[in-house]
């Protein structure tokens, strides 16, 4: 037993006071469905006013409707009709584990603060549980280098992930090389922990002939193939969600035992991405696990003005799929609920929603100023929960840390970015012909028109890189 929480098969649960009862009651919140609203109404009304033909308005409808008697479902009471009957079952899940009945105030961990662990064994070994160390320190270093080099004009933007390395790097760690990633814009320590370089990442920040993307995408929109499937970060909140449900069931449909992760904030949750995604995925039983990072904020939009539900995972009720909420800044407790969700996907159980509960200590992104908005005392409160300090700890109680051993990592990582840095800025900018590739197969005549047209003004104006001047493809 935890201070005042309750041991589960290697997790801890904090605020664990009265279990399924308290389960249900929250599922509760969720409201009973208003199934006396004239919808029928409105749906004629936009279908006719977008010229599609639709059922004509009885203008008896209202008076119809008010006679029929419709059950009302109180999920309270499990009652109603449907599959998804009864007071809230999260599936049982593998590893050894179970997801306990869940509440929306129970958070899974696994290090304590202090650096021990409630018994559960990661199965990482010394090589990887350092891997997963040096991983974070090199997200960090990345941030810092990344900062000094839009304060001072050399790259445009950059997404600060201070604060959250334990949730990106401990959720890759349960990941395969074959499996494919759909990361939000601040998940960049998941390519880094698969073996992409500082290198690789660097000539997307400098938007070079080198970057995959060929510099037509933002800074810290990575986009890899190897030597794990990275999948272009999309910049519109949510649009990736329905991407890895589709991918995932295509991995389904040819037999693969391979799953998606996708990542999001707890902004993303109010996107329409995040509706059709994980409705989609639950119906197929799509192999995906959607992971909520949820740092309190969407910019300048606390959670409490985001979502009117008692938590991010009791959203995976109305889906129909499991939800586990877990400490984000416990890489341990991550690696353990993402092997847990990947072991369901794997079995074609469907997926599963990850709440991971952890805070971007530094802003939104460099074009934002988080004293406007953040309270002094909420970024002491979570500097105190830093995630790289505790994994720290974590590593002392084995005999793997000492302060000399974190200051050689990040000098290391200082260094090698650094580097990085500079070759990514010394190389060329796409060739001016990229703006036409990667679209069309054959590229269709009036955009020929254009491109040679612009081609020779290049030419003639000498001011860009035109390439050898010859049409692509
Ligand atoms: C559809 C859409 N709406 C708004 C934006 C502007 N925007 C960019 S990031 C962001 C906040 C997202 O917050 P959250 O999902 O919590 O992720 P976090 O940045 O906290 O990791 C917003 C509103 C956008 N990119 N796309
Ligand atoms: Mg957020």
Not at 192 to 198: A, K, R
């Amino acid at each position: 037993m935890g201070r005042g929480g309750q041991w589960i098969v290697g997790w801890r649960i904090e605020g664990d006071e009265t279990g399924p009862r308290r389960a249900a009651a929250q599922v509760g919140a969720v409201g009973p469905l208003e199934r006396s609203s004239p919808f029928g109404r409105r749906h004629a009304l936009r279908m006719a006013s977008v010229g599609v033909p639709g059922p004509s308005w009885d203008p008896r409808a209202d008076a119809i409707l008010s006679r029929l008697s419709i059950p009302t479902t109180d999920l309270r009471d499990g009652g109603g009709s449907g599959p998804s009957d009864g007071p809230f079952q999260p599936a049982a899940l593998g590893q050894g584990g179970a997801f306990p009945p869940m509440t929306s105030q129970q958070l899974l961990s696994v290090i304590e603060p202090d650096g021990s662990t409630n018994g559960h064994e990661s199965g990482l070994s010394k090589d990887e549980l350092l891997h997963c160390y040096r991983t974070m320190l090199r997200v960090r270093a990345f941030d810092d280098t990344c900062m000094k080099l839009q304060r001072s004009g050399r790259i445009g933007f950059s997404i600060p992930n201070k604060g959250i390395e334990a949730c990106q790097v401990g959720a890759a760690s349960a990941l395969q090389k074959t499996d494919w990633i759909f990361p939000s814009y601040r998940d960049f320590g998941m390519a880094l922990y698969h073996g992409i370089t500082p290198l690789e990442m660097m000539h997307n920040m400098f938007g070079n002939a080198h970057d995959s993307a060929r510099g037509r995408q933002m800074p810290v929109h990575f986009s890899f193939v190897k030597p794990i499937k990275f999948v272009s970060i999309s910049s519109p909140i949510g649009t990736h969600l329905p991407q890895a449900a589709g991918a995932a069931y295509a991995m389904k449909l040819r037999g693969e035992k391979t799953a998606c992760l996708t990542s999001f904030g707890d902004g993303g949750t109010s996107s329409l991405g995040f509706h059709s995604g994980m409705n989609f995925a639950a119906v197929w039983k799509a192999p995906v696990v959607f992971l909520c990072q949820n740092n309190g904020w969407a910019i300048s939009c606390p959670s409490s003005e985001q979502t009117a539900s008692e938590s991010y995972a009791i959203k995976a009720k109305a889906y129909g799929m499991p939800g586990v909420r877990v400490d984000g800044n416990d890489l341990l407790a991550m690696r353990k609920a993402m092997l847990d969700a990947l072991e369901r996907a794997r079995n074609g159980e469907g997926p599963t929603l990850i709440e991971a509960v952890t805070y971007r200590m530094g802003g939104h992104s460099t074009s934002d100023d988080p004293t406007r908005y953040v309270p002094k005392h909420e970024v002491e409160e979570w500097t105190k929960k830093d995630p790289v300090a505790r994994f720290e700890r974590f590593l002392a109680t084995r005999k793997l840390w000492t302060k000399e051993l974190g200051e050689k990592f990040y000098a290391e990582a200082l260094e090698e970015i650094g580097a990085a840095a500079k070759q990514a800025e010394a190389a060329a900018p796409p060739p001016l012909e990229t703006i036409f590739s990667d679209v069309y197969r054959d590229v269709p005549p009036h955009i020929r028109r254009q491109g040679e047209a612009a081609f020779e003004l290049a030419r003639r104006k000498g001011d860009a890189n035109a390439g050898d001047g010859k049409f692509p493809l």
